[in-house]
């Protein structure tokens, strides 16, 4: 096994023992994440989506690691999920990208939400890898505030119509279902989510989005919904709930996110300190010159920092999960994700920054192994909720929900 995904592994046992089914699975997740980085570098300097990333999930049963027995799944929890993408997150946020909206803010919603029969026709197949999910909130015109999206749902017998513009959205090109949001457009104007199949009549990949500073391994798209039709059967939640389903699932969306930073921080470490021993310049390794030193010990105590806050914000959230009415524990949670998605994404860009100076003219370069960690961390400030806004969602939770500066 990789020794700083062992490491993360042991420390992550003094908090949460890992059975002995969970650690087979993490050396599993170990071989996948070798696998991908031969083929993962190479489709990051040609600036295209790696196809090999949904592959290597299948091949090595990945997507179904966290997700329940009964629905095809390993039952292995959050805990083993937010490792694996810590071990990829090494590499790039390429696959860390794919699977946060594939499993924690797909699957795991479908688990959360879905009727049994959403989970027997959607979750089964996305657990084993066949299928392939995707989350669309984001509008060209509604961001940080989803509340003010624009697109529509008609009821039309025992039919729902959907039309609208969706931006941004990983895995849009890719996926086999979607989990849409939408709002009602002749009535009370609330918001519902649905499940919708790539297949239908009335949906379109309108731009697959490849001009991106970074993240080129990762399938970004624009979405169109022309009259798309769903039955009843593919409300996904209540009616009107919609974004109480969105926000859920972005409780494990921000972890998913954290712990690919980690993997970041992992990856900009081990690098410069095999870069700061080779590397010669005024007669010594400039791993003996100290302002380099102080690189490599800013990068070792961001780990730190990070690593700690997701690790315990996903322990939690295991527990909240098997007390999923507990509002208090809800809201120590909302508390806990945002602060660990805040702190592990700011830390995993600077520690990316701080490998590209040890690196120097090299770590400029995507040939470099901390170019992709460099350009890659920067959206993780930006997607499932920005800086600002875990700022703000952080304060409110202190302050009381009359602070909320956000809505
Ligand atoms: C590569 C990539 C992949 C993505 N994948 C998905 C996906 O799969 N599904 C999906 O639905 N979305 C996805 N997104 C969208 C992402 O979640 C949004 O970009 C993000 O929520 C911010 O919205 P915005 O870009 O519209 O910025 P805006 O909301 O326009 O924000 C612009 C700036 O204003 C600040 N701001 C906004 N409101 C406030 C406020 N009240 N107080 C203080 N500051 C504020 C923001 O923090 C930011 O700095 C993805 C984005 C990227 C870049």
């Known amino acids: 096994?990789?020794?700083?995904?062992?490491?993360?592994?042991?420390?992550?046992?003094?908090?949460?023992?890992?059975?002995?089914?969970?650690?087979?699975?993490?050396?599993?997740?170990?071989?996948?994440?070798?696998?991908?980085?031969?083929?993962?570098?190479?489709?990051?300097?040609?600036?295209?989506?790696?196809?090999?990333?949904?592959?290597?999930?299948?091949?090595?049963?990945?997507?179904?690691?966290?997700?329940?027995?009964?629905?095809?799944?390993?039952?292995?929890?959050?805990?083993?999920?937010?490792?694996?993408?810590?071990?990829?997150?090494?590499?790039?946020?390429?696959?860390?990208?794919?699977?946060?909206?594939?499993?924690?803010?797909?699957a795991l919603t479908l688990q959360k939400w879905g009727t049994e029969l959403q989970k027997e026709r959607y979750l089964k197949p996305v657990a084993m890898g066949d299928k392939i999910l995707a989350f669309a909130l984001t509008e060209p015109e509604a961001g940080s505030n989803p509340a003010e999206m624009k697109s529509v749902y008609t009821k039309s017998g025992d039919r729902f119509v959907i039309n609208g513009t969706k931006y941004l959205i990983t895995n849009g090109s890719i996926a086999d279902y979607i989990i849409v949001f939408a709002r009602s457009a002749d009535g009370d104007g609330k918001i519902t989510a649905f499940l919708i199949d790539t297949k239908s009549k009335g949906f379109e990949v309108q731009m697959h989005l490849s001009e991106k500073v970074g993240l080129f391994t990762s399938d970004t798209a624009m979405l169109e919904f022309r009259d798309l039709e769903v039955s009843e059967e593919c409300v996904l939640g209540e009616m009107g709930k919609g974004l109480h389903v969105a926000y859920s699932a972005l409780l494990n969306g921000r972890l998913g996110i954290a712990s690919g930073c980690l993997g970041t921080i992992d990856g900009s470490l081990k690098a410069v300190i095999s870069r700061a021993r080779e590397r010669v310049q005024h007669g010594k390794p400039i791993g003996k010159h100290q302002l380099v030193q102080e690189h490599i010990a800013e990068i070792k105590q961001n780990l730190e920092k990070a690593k700690w806050p997701t690790y315990l914000a996903a322990i939690r959230k295991s527990e909240y999960d098997n007390d999923p009415d507990n509002r208090t524990l809800m809201e120590e949670i909302d508390l806990k994700t945002a602060v660990a998605k805040k702190i592990a994404s700011r830390l995993a860009f600077e520690s990316a920054d701080h490998a590209v100076q040890v690196f120097g003219g090299f770590g400029y370069s995507l040939l470099s192994p901390v170019g992709a960690l460099f350009c890659d961390s920067r959206v993780t400030r930006i997607y499932e909720g920005t800086d600002e806004i875990m700022e703000l969602k952080i304060a409110s939770r202190l302050l009381g929900k009359e602070f909320e500066a956000y809505s």
């Open 1 to 106: 096994m990789d020794e700083t995904f062992r490491k993360s592994v042991e420390d992550l046992q003094r908090l949460h023992k890992f059975t002995d089914d969970e650690l087979s699975i993490l050396e599993k997740v170990d071989k996948a994440a070798d696998e991908l980085a031969a083929t993962e570098f190479e489709h990051y300097l040609k600036h295209e989506v790696n196809t090999d990333i949904p592959k290597i999930a299948k091949k090595y049963g990945l997507a179904r690691i966290p997700i329940g027995k009964e629905y095809g799944g390993d039952g292995a929890g959050l805990l083993s999920a937010v490792l694996l993408n810590q071990r990829f997150g090494q590499l790039s946020l390429g696959f860390p990208t794919f699977y946060d909206v594939d499993v924690f803010i797909g």
